[in-house]
């Protein structure tokens, strides 16, 4: 038996506007937290400390440590694309599977009319 909040997000699901901002925030929580993620992994792997990956982009150490630490980062794409490179990493994009678009690109699709 699905709980009150799976039902009224259910419903909620049914308002395209709606399932334009669900579609949208899910997609960028899910994408900033696998990057952050990665980054850290590699800079873990690397033997680099988030104070010496700050020196290496240029940054004050606290850029580093709220992105590698919050619970909610936000960074720019600059910044992403700066640690990726110190790690030996690029930023590309790699498109969705049938799944993903169908939760994601239809949503956000829909309002476009």
Do not use: C, H
Request: aromatic share 4%; net charge neutral.
């Amino acid at each position: 038996m699905a709980s009150q909040f799976w039902q009224d997000l259910q419903s909620d699901m049914r308002d395209p506007e709606y399932a334009r901002a669900y579609a949208a925030e899910s997609i960028r929580i899910a994408t900033i937290d696998a990057l952050v993620n990665d980054l850290d992994a590699l800079r873990e792997t690397a033997g680099l400390s988030k104070a010496q990956l700050a020196r290496a982009i240029g940054s004050d150490p606290s850029v580093v440590r709220r992105l590698l630490s919050s619970s909610s980062p936000n960074p720019t794409l600059g910044t992403i694309t700066e640690v990726a490179a110190v790690l030996g990493m690029k930023v590309t994009l790699a498109p969705m599977n049938k799944e993903e678009r169908a939760q994601i690109t239809v949503p956000l699709r829909a309002t476009v009319g």
